[in-house]
């Protein structure tokens, strides 16, 4: 009897040494196991026969592929990996979409994530609350329940929510919802919630490094100095989200006579004058305006400016060829990339684009400790400029990071806090 205790004494502290030793080298293994995992079977016996073994299997989500504007696929994608999260599963990557067709499905080019995002960097920021698996990590694709969301005005968020509900106790491999884009599925979630996804999309170093390209070619326009690689890294830019497409005008016209608010469109005369009167720029100061391509032929986007802002575009900054290289997707990335890391943001509270910039840039600013960035002084401030602000310039803008909600991001909205 005593040597068969000793035995298994012995057999325990071996195993836990060989744990304590292999565990420091797969850091992610225990958050791994914690997580998503189901444990199916547990055995009771200890001389356990293999078809009575522990197996652990997780469970998967599969959504739809990610269509729209870049920022209308992010929204998606975290709506995805929520709805995941709330179904105790894991989201299988899913593909997004690089071109920009509303209607055309067939015309949508799927793209994977990883190719825009890091993966692993996603999944490590974000362990232990949400997290993406691959195709191939999938046991039985068989074992696959295809969820239907329901339509319609009858189909609330309540019974969507119901739903959801119902299916988390689900045991099959993959629960995979059909239809929808994710961006049209009913919103249950707060803005935190979101934000903690957004901060775990890392862009790919490729594409990283082309918006690292335009940002240094906007900053070295902004030096006065020759020796460009000296001042150039700290020399301060605006970035101006500026929507003036026919489409976007036609769009903003119907959404104000609909929601019976006046401050929606901006007319380029409006937006460069709210702009001028921005308190505390430096004289130059360089103004990168991201517009549509279309407009880059409209060269009376770059006339008009106040003396001492220095207006560019991607064709008069010269960095055309970095964009042209790239689909729709990956341009719209970088021009986000280039506007979030502006010193001051100025855009539409009505645009996806400009509000998930400030999103960003209001975490940013909490993480630094400023849980007030209405103040004029505070750094890398963002303003609206669809809404008059202080002594005729545009309304500080900062999100309002306790909604309950994606709503007012989503769709936008004039309630900006500020
Ligand atoms: C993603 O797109 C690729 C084609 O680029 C396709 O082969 C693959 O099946 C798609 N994956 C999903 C989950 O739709
Ligand atoms: C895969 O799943 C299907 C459906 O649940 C099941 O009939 C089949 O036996 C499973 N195959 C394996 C290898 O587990
Ligand atoms: C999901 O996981 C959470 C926390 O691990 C647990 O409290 C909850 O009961 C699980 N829900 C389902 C349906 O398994
Ligand atoms: C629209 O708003 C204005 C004031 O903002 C109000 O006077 C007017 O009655 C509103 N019209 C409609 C149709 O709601």
């Known amino acids: 009897m005593k040597s068969v205790a000793c035995k298994c004494a012995f057999l325990v502290f071996f195993v836990l040494f060989f744990r304590a030793i292999l565990l420091p080298m797969f850091p992610n293994f225990g958050d791994f196991q914690r997580n998503n995992l189901d444990w199916i079977h547990i055995s009771s016996s200890v001389q356990a026969p293999s078809e009575d073994n522990r197996v652990k299997r997780e469970k998967f989500l599969e959504v739809p592929q990610i269509v729209w504007g870049l920022n209308n696929q992010k929204i998606a994608f975290a709506r995805a990996c929520l709805t995941a999260r709330m179904m105790n599963r894991t989201l299988l990557m899913p593909n997004l979409s690089a071109s920009l067709f509303y209607k055309e499905i067939e015309l949508l080019q799927p793209i994977a994530f990883d190719k825009i995002f890091q993966f692993d960097r996603f999944n490590s920021l974000c362990n232990g609350f949400v997290r993406l698996g691959h195709f191939s990590d999938v046991f039985n694709r068989s074992n696959t329940f295809e969820l239907q969301k329901g339509s319609g005005r009858k ?186 890391r502006a010193d001051v943001f100025i855009g539409n509270s009505f645009s996806t684009f400009s509000s998930l910039i400030v999103l960003e840039r209001t975490q940013k600013l909490i993480r630094l400790g400023v849980t007030n960035s209405c103040n004029s002084d505070v750094r890398w401030p963002s303003y609206a400029y669809n809404i008059l602000g202080e002594s005729e310039g545009p309304k500080k803008w900062m999100t309002d990071m306790s909604g309950l909600s994606l709503q007012a991001i989503s769709y936008g909205s004039n309630q900006i806090i500020c």
């Open 155 to 340: 189909w609330t968020l309540e019974r969507d929510l119901d739903q959801l509900k119902q299916f988390s106790e689900e045991s099959v491999e993959v629960i995979q919802i059909m239809g929808k884009n994710p961006f049209l599925w009913h919103d249950h979630w707060p803005v935190k919630d979101y934000a903690k996804v957004f901060e775990c999309l890392v862009l790919v170093e490729e594409i990283a490094a082309e918006a690292e390209k335009v940002v240094s070619k906007i900053r070295a326009r902004g030096s006065n100095s020759d020796d460009v690689a000296d001042v150039s890294a700290t020399t301060p830019y605006v970035a101006v989200h500026m929507r003036l497409e026919k489409d976007w005008m036609i769009h903003c016209k119907k959404l104000e006579q609909r929601s019976n608010i006046s401050e929606i469109c901006s007319s380029k005369e409006e937006i460069m004058s709210r702009v001028a009167h921005i308190g505390g720029l430096r004289d130059p100061t360089i103004v990168y305006l991201a517009v549509a391509d279309n407009l880059l032929e409209d060269a009376s986007v770059l006339n008009g400016w106040k003396k001492g802002l220095l207006p560019f575009e991607k064709k008069k900054l010269g960095v055309s060829d970095i964009y042209s290289k790239h689909s729709y997707l990956i341009q719209s990335a970088i021009d986000y990339e280039v506007c979030l």
